[in-house]
């Protein structure tokens, strides 16, 4: 087909040339050679990249952290208190105790009358038994009374308002000035308060 049209083209040249009068018939020009030119190729310039480097920053060293070692519990041994009885409390001013009904001290010559471990009468002056007739020390009991008692063992010695709480050693009225054979000597006054209030089962302490 490309050849048909060529040859066309140029016998139609050749008639508009003959037609027209006084013009000159130039040389055909073919179209295919001024149709195709040579194509024009255009080179890029290889566009090079350069690598990015990435410069890694250094991982910080993990930082050691000591940590104290706990102080062990002291273990604290508590040692067990020893266990103790303690002994009756004493009535205040009465060195007897509170379980004592009429109190005797034979170092203060003194005596007392005693209720529910309270002083209720007393210290009174008393004189107690000489020598090769000491009054014992000791807890004893009230065993009887006597308003009015005198001693067959020694000439029927009067011993008025008498307590007998050791066999026949009792209170009674007697004198403050002489040691007796073994009886605690009391004031009138004294042994009367001591005969009212003492009973039989009473407890009795004297003490040296």
């Not at 209720?115 to 038994?129: D, E, F, N, R, W």
């Not at 009391?186 to 001591?194: D, G, I, P, Y």
Request: proline residues 12%; charged residues 15%.
């Amino acid at each position: 087909m490309r050849v048909k049209l060529i040859l066309g083209i140029g016998a139609t040249a050749m008639l508009l040339s003959a037609c027209v009068p006084g013009q000159t018939t130039a040389a055909p020009v073919p179209v295919a050679a001024a149709q195709e030119a040579p194509p024009i190729t255009t080179t890029r310039a290889p566009t090079t990249v350069k690598p990015t480097t990435t410069t890694a920053k250094p991982k910080p060293k993990p930082t050691m952290t000591k940590t104290k070692p706990k102080p062990k519990p002291t273990a604290t041994k508590t040692k067990p208190k020893p266990t103790t009885v303690k002994p009756a409390p004493k009535p205040a001013g009465a060195p007897c105790s509170a379980k004592a009904r009429a109190c005797i001290d034979l170092s203060a010559n003194q005596s007392w009358l005693m209720s529910a471990g309270k002083v209720v009468y007393g210290p009174v002056p008393i004189t107690h038994g000489r020598a090769g007739f000491l009054t014992p020390p000791g807890t004893f009991h009230v065993g009887w009374k006597d308003i009015d008692h005198k001693s067959s063992e020694f000439n029927n010695a009067p011993m008025p308002y008498s307590v007998f709480f050791n066999q026949g050693i009792a209170f009674h009225e007697g004198s403050l000035k002489q040691k007796s054979h073994g009886c605690i000597h009391l004031s009138n006054a004294a042994a009367k308060k001591f005969y009212n209030d003492l009973k039989v089962g009473d407890v009795v302490q004297v003490v040296r």
